[in-house]
């Protein structure tokens, strides 16, 4: 399997500007992750998925970030309108009950908002 | 709130020496234990995982797990400078897969 795969690698987008993350989970896997990282707060826990349901987005900071799972092997995040403070990197990562919730993470997005 | 925690470092060990990485959790509840490397740049990858009490080994890492002190810890033997980078402790609350808390990592540098 090639991995959890992630696209784009970097974005650069202007403040206002719609961005779309995108992701491609293991497949067989049944959870999918969707992770902000920054140097101050670490790794946060936005938004998971199980069986392509989602089940806890408490972690979306505001109603400008929407993400969905189409299908088992398809997920996006969507920033809109985005703002300067948006900018991190996004991990996305999935995991099965089979194989003891290890995540696998993708390579993430580096956002960057000017 | 469901707490994990760990020194941020960053922790100096010399190549050949044993590395010492600690985490502690808030949650008694916690049933499942992970340990990741972050190079820099990059994404966290699983080094090991452990369930029980007790050690566990796996080439040169070894992972450390008292449930009774909410303690979990990792040894690095022969510790090399490709070993250099940041740990992160997770956590897994239930039987389910959710609510998997990150610690905020112990950045490790190993020096030739």
């Known amino acids: 399997d090639a991995g959890v795969i992630q696209s784009p690698r970097h974005e650069v987008t202007e403040m206002g500007q719609e961005v779309t993350l995108r992701c491609k989970p293991i497949?067989?896997?049944?959870?999918l992750f969707w992770y902000r990282q920054t140097m101050m707060r670490g790794l946060e826990l936005l938004i998971y998925?199980?069986?392509?349901?989602?089940?806890?987005d408490s972690g979306m900071p505001e109603d400008r970030f929407s993400a969905k799972m189409p299908n088992a092997s398809f997920s996006t995040l969507k920033i809109q309108p985005s703002e300067p403070r948006d900018s991190a990197v996004y991990f996305c990562?999935?995991?099965?009950?089979?194989?003891?919730?290890?995540?696998?993470f993708g390579s993430g997005t580096r956002l960057t908002v000017v | 709130q469901k707490e994990v925690e760990q020194n941020s470092g960053p922790l100096s060990v010399p190549e050949g020496a044993i590395a010492s990485l600690n985490c502690t959790y808030s949650?008694?509840?916690?049933?499942?234990f992970f340990w990741y490397r972050q190079y820099s740049g990059k994404s966290p990858e699983l080094i090991m995982f452990?369930?029980?009490?007790g050690d566990k080994e796996d080439g040169r890492f070894t992972a450390q797990l008292n449930k009774a002190s909410q303690y979990v810890s990792l040894l690095i033997r022969d510790s090399q400078p490709s070993d250099s980078a940041t740990y992160l402790c997770?956590?897994?609350?239930?039987?389910?897969?959710?609510?998997?808390?990150f610690g905020p990592g112990t950045r490790l540098s190993v020096l030739p």
């Open positions: 990562a999935s995991s099965s009950r089979q194989e003891g919730y290890g995540y696998t």
């Open positions: 497949s067989g896997h049944d959870y």
């Open positions: 998925f199980n069986n392509n349901v989602p089940i806890d």
């Open positions: 949650d008694r509840g916690s049933q499942s």
């Open positions: 452990i369930y029980s009490n």
């Open positions: 997770a956590v897994i609350l239930d039987n389910y897969g959710q609510n998997f808390v």
